[in-house]
């Protein structure tokens, strides 16, 4: 059995910047939402507010750049040109591109070049020749307003989802911004089929828990987490974990809401909830069993309602929510 090793989760946002390329001013905001947008200029433009301003892009843009691997899953699902698209480190999250697993056999039938990643890089993005460049504001792969400017020098950037936001509400920003209500009204329909038809799929008897190990104990999801709210959206009751847990020293410091800390020898606070593991490193249950022994004797390993979900699980989209909606289905139908 595999013991469950420490590997970073998160990517870096380290931007590097290529030699005797000189800062821009920096765009003023203003109070308009991100990614409302007037209507298309006679000069075949939109004008669409955003992170960090104001930017007019081309109304029919068909040579879009992700520069946020984040953000390339919400544009595919939106149907948008993505020519090519920042990735990230290889790893058990990802493809041998650097695309994350739950989108990447599209990625790739689409044809989207992968650029050097985790790090921005400013001669690969002007490579390719983009006529949109389109990156994250928030998170591991945000962009920051100075590579921002730098990049609005190849081409018009837009920079979307300023927040820790769900999927579903930055999908509708990225299709006020790109004129693609449509399709996002398309999704939303979809994704509220996928969660009555779970939902009347799954048992509801016990409490549910989902969780990463790490090496000092697990990491809880809590109901303000993308996968809390999918749990909720599917009718799962969230067990709630004592109050005396914060997630001081986790990634991302005290003041995260979306995980809170477990050590191992507090197992029992799981009471009688099911168990749901996002299998980062591809463990099986036995796995965890051997590395926390503690979990052994609480009901969810007793009576087999522990199960794993998926490294998808780590990152919700529009692509990792159907997979792991189907996953839980499966194991708790």
């Given at each position: 059995?595999?013991?469950i090793?420490?590997r970073p989760a ?6 590097t910047a290529?030699?005797g390329l000189?800062?821009?001013t920096?765009c ?6 991100e990614?409302?947008?007037d209507t ?15 930017t007019?892009?081309p109304?029919?843009?068909?040579n879009?750049?992700?520069v946020s691997v984040?953000?390339?899953?919400t544009?595919l699902?939106?149907?948008v040109?993505?020519?090519?698209s920042?990735?990230t480190?290889?790893g058990?999250l ?5 695309f994350?697993?739950q989108?990447a056999d599209?990625a790739?039938?689409?044809e989207v070049e ?9 001669e690969?993005v ?8 389109v990156?994250?504001g928030?998170g ?11 990049l ?14 769900p999927w579903t ?10 004129d ?5 009204a398309e999704?939303t329909?979809e ?18 828990v989902m ?6 104990g697990f990491?809880?999801f809590?109901?303000?987490?993308a996968q809390?709210k999918l749990?909720a959206?599917l009718g ?7 109050e005396d ?7 991302g410091g ?6 809170v800390?477990l050590s191992p020898?507090r197992?029992?606070?799981f009471?009688?909830?099911?168990l749901l593991?996002v299998?980062l490193q ?5 796995d965890?069993a051997?590395?926390y022994?503690t979990?052994e004797?609480?009901p969810?390993?007793?009576d087999d ?6 490294a998808?699980g780590f990152?919700?989209?529009?692509y990792s929510?159907r997979?792991?909606?189907?996953r839980?289905?499966?194991n708790l139908?």
């Open positions: 059995m595999k013991r090793p420490f998160l990517v870096t946002g380290v931007v290529a030699t000189l800062l821009l920096a003023g905001t203003d109070s308009s939402p990614g409302s947008t298309p200029g006679d000069d075949g433009t939109r004008s669409v507010s955003h992170v960090y301003g104001e007019e892009i109304a029919d843009a068909g879009v750049v992700s984040t953000s390339t899953a544009l699902s939106l149907d040109p993505v020519t090519a920042a990735t480190s290889p058990p990802t493809d041998e591109n650097g994350f697993s989108w599209l790739v039938e689409r992968p650029l050097p990643g985790p790090e921005v890089s400013l690969a002007g490579a390719a020749e983009p006529d949109l460049i990156g994250n928030f591991a792969d945000a962009i920051d307003e100075s590579t921002y400017e730098m609005s020098e190849i081409a018009p950037t837009v920079v979307l989802g300023e927040g820790d936001i509400e930055l999908t509708e920003q990225y299709a006020e911004a790109f693609r209500q449509d399709r996002a999704i329909e994704y509220q089929e996928l969660v009555t038809e779970s939902s009347e799929a799954l048992s509801h008897d016990n409490d549910v969780l990463t190990g790490t090496p000092d990491n809880v809590t109901p303000e987490s809390g749990l959206d799962l009751n969230q067990h709630e974990m004592p847990l914060t997630a001081a020293g986790a990634q005290a003041d995260r809401t979306d995980i800390q020898e197992a029992s606070d009471d009688d909830s099911t593991f299998n591809g463990e099986e249950i036995a965890y051997e590395s022994p979990l004797n609480i969810a390993f007793e309602r522990a199960f794993t979900v998926g998808e990152r919700m989209d529009y929510s997979l792991i909606s189907e839980l289905v499966e139908g």
